[in-house]
């Protein structure tokens, strides 16, 4: 399985911004897809993850309220609409695909999948 992230970039506090992820090859074994982020100095964190096939989405506590994601079936996407956008949110974003099934777990912090990361940068 291969991931594709886009969409960062530098915006002011207040703004919104799209990630994408576009997933391809064998991604009938994919179970969740979900977002990750690493700011400067700090340790790789969880944002937001939906299901692949199902409705089930989770969101860390600093995001909810203000990011949605979302999927694209017919184009193997997953999306991260980011609003209300804080500098305290800049970091690098990640998207992963989990393969495997965790009872009540949407996607566990060592997925098997990585895309190249998307640096978003949140201004003051």
């Known amino acids: 399985v291969q991931l594709q992230a886009s969409g960062g970039g530098l915006v002011q506090a207040g703004d919104s911004l799209r990630l994408s992820c576009a997933a391809s090859?064998?991604?009938?074994?994919?179970?969740?897809v979900g977002w990750f982020r690493q700011a400067p100095g700090k340790e790789r964190e969880f944002v937001a993850a939906?299901?692949?096939?199902?409705?089930?989405?989770n969101y860390a506590d600093s995001v909810k309220g203000r990011f949605t994601i979302s999927r694209d079936n017919a184009k193997n996407t997953v999306y991260l609409e980011m609003n209300s956008l804080k500098p305290e949110d800049t970091a690098v974003y990640y998207c992963?695909?989990?393969?495997?099934?965790?009872?009540?777990?949407?996607?566990?912090?060592?997925?098997?999948?990585w895309g190249k990361g998307t640096l978003v940068t949140v201004s003051s």
């Open positions: 992963a695909a989990e393969t495997r099934l965790v009872p009540n777990v949407l996607i566990t912090n060592t997925p098997r999948y």
């Open positions: 090859g064998r991604t009938v074994v994919v179970t969740a």
């Open positions: 939906i299901s692949w096939r199902g409705g089930s989405t």
